[in-house]
T-cell receptor
Framework: GAGVSQTPSNKVTEKGKYVELRCDPI?????LYWYRQSLGQGPEFLIY????????DSGLPNDRFFAVRPEGSVSTLKIQRTERGDSAVYLC??????????????FGPGTRLTVL | EDKVVQSPLSLVVHEGDTVTLNCSYE??????LLWYKQEKKAPTFLFML????IEKKSGRLSSILDKKELFSILNITATQTGDSAVYLC????????????FGKGTRLSVIA
């Protein structure tokens, strides 16, 4: 596709439920990032994939959060036993390294997760 | 710990005014500084700055980086209501693909 797409755009769930958020990166982009943005804050890094493998998952807040990218393209962020504090906009970005080591991350429209 | 601080946090101006948004940073192995505009949910890319003193310009927007003093500014001239948004500053450190470290953003409101 032309840009990064994310589904669903909005998700309302109840505390304790399981949710999956999907990201479809720009075609050909090898790197994929997940960020979380709470109200009034900048995006905060969660996890980054290079190809199929998670190159850095140091931003995941706890073991309720998990992400996969099995074929090196689409990624799914999975949250188990959701808590009200998980409510935020979840942003996905993709990039690819250009000559000179420059890479610009392009963001999707995000998924707004509300945990009641 | 890498840190990005933006100021002001919010700003209200009238159409036609010129605004300057500030971003200071402390990171290890700085590589680039990026500015994004966020109107609803998706941050949209504005500029990437890697070298000091070289102004990047796009229409009424311009930005410059000072790697000695560790800051960048984003200027918007002749503001319009469509410029109303949150402007995010982010820094990239290290080599290869790396996560961005964002500031909290500056919320700009342009009133007619």
């Amino acid at each position: 596709g032309a840009g990064v797409s994310q589904t669903p755009s909005n998700k309302v769930t109840e505390k304790g439920k399981y949710v999956e958020l999907r990201c479809d990166p720009i075609s050909g982009h090898t790197a994929l990032y997940w960020y979380r943005q709470s109200l009034g804050q900048g995006p905060e890094f969660l996890i980054y994939f290079q190809g199929t493998g998670a190159a850095d998952d140091s931003g995941l807040p706890n073991d309720r959060f998990f992400a996969v990218r099995p074929e090196g393209s689409v990624s799914t962020l999975k949250i188990q036993r959701t808590e009200r504090g998980d409510s935020a906009v979840y942003l996905c970005a993709s990039s690819t390294l250009l000559a000179g080591g420059v890479d610009t991350q392009y963001f999707g429209p995000g998924t707004r997760l509300t945990v009641l | 710990e890498d840190k990005v601080v933006q100021s002001p946090l919010s700003l209200v101006v009238h159409e036609g005014d010129t605004v300057t948004l500030n971003c200071s940073y402390e990171v290890t192995n700085f590589r680039s500084l990026l500015w994004y505009k966020q109107e609803k949910k998706a941050p949209t890319f504005l500029f990437m700055l890697t070298s000091s003193g070289i102004e990047k310009k796009s229409g009424r927007l311009s930005s410059i980086l000072d790697k000695k003093e560790l800051f960048s500014i984003l200027n918007i001239t002749a503001t319009q209501t469509g410029d109303s948004a949150v402007y995010l500053c982010a820094v990239e450190a290290g080599s290869g693909n790396t996560p961005l470290v964002f500031g909290k953003g500056t919320r700009l409101s342009v009133i007619a």
